[in-house]
Nanobody, 125 residues
Framework: QVQLVESGGGLVQAGGSLRLSCAAS????????MAWFRQAPGKEREFVAA????????NYADSVKGRFTISRDNAENTLYLQMNSLKPEDTAVYYC??????????????????WGQGTQVTVSS
């Protein structure tokens, strides 16, 4: 098992930046593909970005491509999401997720075994 705890959310103006972190504990972090999802009020949870176990492969939703960057530090057991040029439509609860021996091609919720509790990101216009 792996336990995931997100942090770094907050309130930011449109055009601003935030960096989310997801601290992992438990089994070997490098055995997991990792991803970020988000859920806005009244909407379904959606894929944001995914990364391979070693960070060599990444995948992004079209809505965040060119603005968000997913990365990981296996030595620190931490996943990151750097969010730049934020827009009001990026407002959501952001979740990190882990899939044992997964791939950065995994973009569906039901492909991930473990989830964090979420962190709120609010972008004001």
């Amino acid at each position: 098992q792996v336990q995931l705890v997100e942090s770094g959310g907050g309130l930011v103006q449109a055009g601003g930046s935030l960096r989310l972190s997801c601290a992992a504990s438990g089994r070997t972090f490098s055995s997991y593909a990792m991803a970020w999802f988000r859920q806005a009020p009244g909407k379904e949870r959606e894929f944001v970005a995914a990364i391979s176990w070693n960070g060599a492969g990444t995948n992004y939703a079209d809505s965040v491509k060119g603005r968000f960057t997913i990365s990981r530090d296996n030595a620190e057991n931490t996943l990151y999401l750097q969010m730049n040029s934020l827009k009001p439509e990026d407002t959501a609860v952001y979740y990190c997720a882990a899939r044992y021996r997964g791939s950065y091609y995994n973009t569906r919720q039901n492909e991930y075994n473990y989830w964090g509790q979420g962190t709120q990101v609010t972008v004001s216009s």
